[in-house]
């Protein structure tokens, strides 16, 4: 190697969430120059959400040793049979849909299967990325250079970073999938949520049933069209385990989920409105929802009514972790047709030095266990096929092959995942079939 070559250009990858920080120790990994830019102030601005469930398939390709061994050390332990019960009785439901089963496996396998807990696993993954990461840049637009410069990437700060190659990593809402893939087809699914921790406290545990403690329960409201859920599950975690990274308090992770025409009536104003709602806002709307359900399960959640709550003197409710969501999608058709456009932009001539991975790039509903690890395959398959360029030799021009490379795979790979996701939707909370669902932009 010359010693007088200039140094290689990094890649900019705009996002610190799951995937972009997968791919940034990946690459760290394989000794390939980067910067990570993230828009939150600090890596806990604000919640993260809670139980991911998680295979270790490609995380351990992507990972250093230690950094695997911390991943799994934090883990909750351990994943037990799940089961489905009436959201009126308590009472098992052996007919309801109980969703299970390991996430599908891309070209890595399947892996060891964990329940991580969100901010504990962004933590785990950040270790050794210190000096890579930015934080407080919110991406602005990108620009690319001329004669296989590379590309510009401008922040709302007035800010400008210079690199080889761009990877939105910005999430569903991605600002550079906005840029990079106009008209991209995103549809709203209809799907709501309301999500939080309870602590999983001796007072807690002495008014739930003990099955409600062993492995996810799946509560349904019977005869309910369209059907309303409630998720949950314990998360307890070894404290004696050695481990970079600390862990939690014991909680139940869960998970309200019912479609528009179910949270519509509560909340004016609708899909605007319920996007801005928080803490005790989400929690309002969780109780309006569970109004008449089994008193267990409303205490799984710590969304009772507020005079019973202001009753338990010994245990005053915190719904600052509690937050709602909505349930974006891209479509198993039109996922191919945007990416086949972009190439073929690239193939006349017009070279995009730019991707995305994760839900910047495959927006889906967080059914089915697939969102996660399938971005975690794609900062593997983006890894990979940039490794192998860099070991080539072929520069910039290389990398952008590489690109095209990573997205022709990550197409295939991921229009089963997205078709698992959407069947999990229709079952879960009712998703109504394509053609009735509306295009959204965000």
């Not at 050390?73 to 351990?78: C, F, M, N």
């Not at 409105?273 to 806002?281: K, N, P, S, V």
């Amino acid at each position: 190697m010359d010693s007088h070559a200039p140094p290689q250009p990094p890649i900019l990858i705009v996002g610190g969430g799951l995937a972009g920080l997968a791919l940034a120790q990946g690459l760290l990994n394989a000794s390939i120059p980067f910067r990570l830019f993230e828009r939150d102030p600090l890596a806990s601005s604000r919640p993260q959400g809670y139980r991911i469930r998680v295979t270790t398939a490609a995380l351990r390709v992507l990972l250093p040793p230690p950094i695997l061994a911390s991943l799994v050390a934090t883990a909750s332990v351990p994943i037990l049979p799940g089961h489905a019960i009436s959201a009126l009785t308590g009472e098992p439901d052996p007919e309801a849909f109980m969703p299970g089963g390991p996430p599908p496996g891309g070209g890595s396998g399947t892996g060891e299967l964990l329940n991580a807990d969100r901010a504990v696993l962004r933590e785990v993954l950040l270790q050794g990325l210190g000096s890579h990461m930015s934080y407080g840049k919110t991406f602005a637009s990108y620009a690319v250079l001329p004669d296989g410069g590379g590309v510009e990437v401008r922040f709302k700060d007035g800010s400008v970073a210079r690199g080889a190659l761009l990877i939105g990593a910005d999430g569903a809402r991605s600002a550079v999938r906005r840029q990079l893939l106009p008209g991209f087809p995103l549809v709203d699914t209809e799907g709501r949520s309301v999500f939080g921790k309870t602590p999983l406290t001796p007072s807690l545990t002495s008014r739930l049933p003990p099955s409600f403690l062993s492995g996810m329960c799946l509560a349904s409201l019977p005869n309910s069209e369209p059907p309303t859920k409630l998720l949950f599950e314990a998360m307890r975690f070894d404290r004696a385990a050695p481990a970079a990274v600390a862990v939690p308090e014991d909680y139940i992770y869960w998970v309200l989920c019912a479609r528009s025409d179910v949270t519509n009536p509560l909340v004016p104003g609708g899909l605007p409105t319920l996007l801005g709602l928080a803490g005790e806002a989400s929690a309002d709307l969780a109780r309006a929802v569970m109004r008449g359900w089994y008193e267990s399960l409303v205490a799984v959640t710590g969304c009772g009514d507020r005079e019973e709550e202001e009753e338990e003197e010994e245990e005053e409710e915190d719904h600052s972790s509690t937050a709602t969501l909505a349930f974006f999608s891209c479509t198993a058709d039109g996922l191919p047709r945007s990416w086949e456009r972009l190439r073929r932009d690239a193939a006349a001539g017009a070279e995009v030095p730019v991707t995305l991975i994760g839900d910047a790039a495959h927006p889906m509903p967080p059914v089915g266990g697939v969102g996660a690890n399938s971005a975690f395959e794609d900062a593997l398959e983006l890894c990979r096929a940039l490794t192998e360029e860099s070991g080539h030799g072929h520069g910039g021009g290389g990398q952008v092959v590489a690109l095209a490379q990573y997205e022709r795979s990550m197409v295939q790979r991921v229009g089963e995942a997205v078709e698992r996701s959407s069947q999990g939707a229709r079952r879960f909370f009712g998703m109504k079939p394509r053609d009735e669902l509306k295009p959204i932009e965000v």
